[in-house]
């Protein structure tokens, strides 16, 4: 298994521009979410989905939009990038255990910056 | 607002020692707690959970101790290597909200290993 995956690694954009941050698991994971880190601190949950079809709001989901079409992919887009989106983002999926959710799986990482 | 946090941002000991960090919640409805290392590049990584009806969990070289009555949380490493070296996380999950995708990070603590 690929395990999570997001590309790409680095992006620079400027003020203004769109884009879609790409994520995909191999595992059947139900669950997924979008996480933000800046610098010196914690992950901040953007958008989460528990299921093909579902999506929700985090902590921090303002100038994002997710999709969820299918178990594999979980894109975010960036409708208008503004430089307090300068960040690193992660991208994370885990399982339904019977007990609640699992332990969640990161991706490697997508190392913005927007001018 | 509800918040996790940590008591020590950076905490240095000698390779050998036991290590000991500190996690501090707030949200009494949390019944799932999490412990991440997250190396330097690299996107956070599991280590250990917990789950509220427990008070001690052990892993390999680790364990998390939960006290729900001042609500604190911490993860102790035996003899601590250099490969330990890293930020450590705790995570928050509340169930019952249905919102199972959900974790609350606190902001980090630095662990240093001096050989």
């Known amino acids: 298994n690929a395990g999570v995956t997001q590309t790409p690694k680095f992006q620079v954009l400027k003020t203004g521009q769109s884009m879609t941050l790409q994520c995909a698991q191999d595992?059947?994971?139900?669950?997924m979410s979008w996480y933000r880190q800046d610098p010196g601190m914690g992950l901040r949950l953007i958008h989460y989905?528990?299921?093909?079809?579902?999506?929700d709001q985090g902590e921090v989901p303002n100038g994002y939009n997710v999709s969820r079409s299918t178990t594999e992919d979980f894109p975010l887009r960036l409708l208008s990038a503004a430089p307090s989106q300068t960040s690193v983002y992660f991208c994370?999926?885990?399982?339904?255990?019977?007990?609640?959710?699992?332990?969640?799986?990161f991706g490697p990482g997508t190392r913005l910056t927007v001018l | 607002g509800e918040s996790v946090g940590l008591h020590l941002p950076t905490l240095s000991v000698q390779e050998g020692d036991n290590s000991i960090i500190n996690c501090a919640y707030s949200?009494?409805?949390?019944?799932?707690f999490i412990w991440y290392k997250q190396e330097s590049g690299k996107g956070p990584q599991f280590i250990i959970d917990?789950?509220?009806?427990?008070d001690k969990r052990q892993g390999q070289r680790v364990t998390v101790l939960l006290n729900k009555t001042v609500k604190h949380l911490s993860l102790q490493i035996a003899a601590t290597q250099p490969g330990d070296s890293a930020v450590y996380f705790c995570?928050?999950?509340?169930f019952g909200s249905g919102n199972t995708g959900k974790l609350i990070f606190g902001q980090g603590t630095t662990l240093q290993v001096k050989p």
């Open positions: 994370a999926s885990s399982v339904r255990r019977a007990s609640g959710q699992g332990e969640q799986f």
């Open positions: 595992m059947n994971h139900e669950y």
């Open positions: 989905s528990v299921g093909a079809g579902i999506t």
């Open positions: 949200n009494s409805a949390s019944d799932y």
């Open positions: 917990i789950r509220s009806n427990m």
């Open positions: 995570a928050e999950n509340i």
